[in-house]
């Protein structure tokens, strides 16, 4: 009973109460449980639930991605809508923050495993998913075991390849060639990219943006954006116009996205020159992202690790975006509105995404390709944290030191932790169902 009221605690806390939409998406299994529950993940660390070895605890911090897993990683444009460079990285820095690189080791491990119980589940139909998946071959749990060790160690050596040569660490991960299980991931955002084939009919901006008209606005999609009053709309664009780098065409609200953050109020800009467009002037608009931001997912357990958390937390996010990524969004800033902190972001043109049936189910995934895109996240993340600090290899000279010694530890805390997450999406359900 102590776990399920841990269970209903954490989600009320962070959500206000249970029963959400979110919730609802939470029960259907452990993967995405977890990818919902990141408070509870910090809340097991804090309570010794989920043992990590002390050693690498000691480690000098770091900024961390705060919810690591193989979901958070994908292709996107440096500099945001603003480059043309598309490269595969972390992609979501809403839980980012000061922190033990840990956090970020076990946490995407855990969603390796995770992730081989979700396929197996979609194949066997045990779990909801699309039809042609029935029956496809999934990744085993040894393979994802094998996954774990990979990650690790393509990680370490990141953080080896820093300490010789301090500037590789500004590196990134651009060129996937077959037949890497990344490769058409790949193609597929250059794509969409602006000057990209695809850019006027499959990138960010052509999803949501009737780009037809010579003047374009977001187009009637009534499940995914909500009209604002006059009122509304007139106070967003005044207090917002000044972070933009160019004019407002059109605002909107949009509805729940996400399952971490899928409660957080947002709206969406069109931004772009004034007037009508020719064809060659659609790359200059782009979509700003204004979402009403919460406190870092490890914050409410570990406030004191550093004064740096104590920033509001729009302003966290980007800042440690900002270390994290190479060349961050160029439109990256933090707004205080109606008594909230918002944070504003370019939203990627070519941005493409990973779900788990992308790369645990098929014979491309069982024979290398789940491999392959561990050992790229493990690299993207290395480099991530490696960025935290410029001025010296300390974090690095730490890290190639301990983590070897405690691998085989932290695996074996991983891997008991995957095993209560699948009771715990099962708690949820019962809790879900009692509400009811």
Not at 271 to 279: I, K
Request: aromatic content about 8%; overall charge positive; some cysteine.
């Amino acid at each position: 009973m102590q776990r399920i009221a841990l269970i209903n605690t954490e989600l009320q806390r962070v959500d206000g109460k249970l029963g959400l939409a979110k919730h609802r998406k939470m029960a259907a299994n452990p993967y995405i449980f977890m990818r919902g529950a990141a408070q509870l993940f910090y809340a097991d660390i804090a309570n010794e639930v989920l043992r990590l070895p002390a050693a690498l605890l000691q480690l000098p911090l770091t900024t961390v991605m705060g919810d690591c897993h193989l979901g958070n990683f994908g292709f996107l444009t440096e500099e945001g809508s603003h480059g043309d460079q598309v490269i595969f990285s972390p992609n979501d820095f809403d839980d980012a923050c000061i922190g033990h690189a840990v956090w970020d080791l076990s946490r995407f491990s855990t969603s390796l495993l995770l992730c081989a119980d979700y396929c197996q589940g979609i194949s066997q139909g045990r779990y909801e998913g699309e039809p042609q998946n029935l029956g496809k071959p999934a990744i085993s749990q040894e393979l994802a075991q094998q996954a774990i060790a990979l990650f690790l160690a393509q990680y370490l050596q990141v953080c080896r390849a820093s300490i010789d040569a301090p500037e590789s660490r500004m590196k990134v991960l651009n060129l996937f060639s077959k037949p890497h299980i990344l490769a058409k991931k790949q193609r597929k955002a250059v794509a969409r990219a602006a000057g990209g084939e695809q850019f006027l009919s499959k990138s960010a901006l052509a999803k949501v943006v009737d780009l037809t008209q010579h003047s374009p606005r977001f187009r009637y999609l009534p499940k995914k954006f909500r009209p604002l009053t006059a009122e509304q709309e007139k106070d967003l664009r005044c207090t917002f116009a000044p972070y933009m780098d160019d004019s407002i065409l059109d605002v909107t609200r949009r509805l729940d996205a996400g399952t971490g953050s899928a409660n957080m109020q947002r709206y969406y800009l069109l931004v772009g020159p004034e007037g009508e467009l020719a064809a060659s002037d659609l790359p200059l608009c782009h979509i700003v992202e204004i979402k009403k931001q919460r406190a870092a997912a490890p914050l409410h357990w570990f406030a004191d690790l550093s004064p740096v958390n104590r920033l509001n937390a729009a302003h966290l996010t980007a800042s440690c975006q900002r270390r994290m990524q190479r060349r961050p969004d160029l439109l990256l800033d933090e707004v205080l509105w109606q008594g909230e902190h918002y944070l504003v972001r370019s939203r990627h043109h070519a941005r493409v995404g990973v779900a788990p049936e992308d790369i645990g189910l098929g014979n491309k995934a069982i024979n290398g390709g789940f491999l392959d895109y561990a050992r790229a996240c493990g690299q993207a993340l290395a480099l991530a944290h490696c960025r935290g600090d410029r001025r010296s290899v300390r974090f690095e000279s730490a890290m190639v030191t301990q983590l070897p010694l405690h691998m085989e530890a932290l695996q074996k805390s991983v891997s008991s932790y995957a095993k209560l997450q699948l009771n715990d999406c099962n708690l949820l359900k019962s809790l879900l169902e009692t509400k009811v």
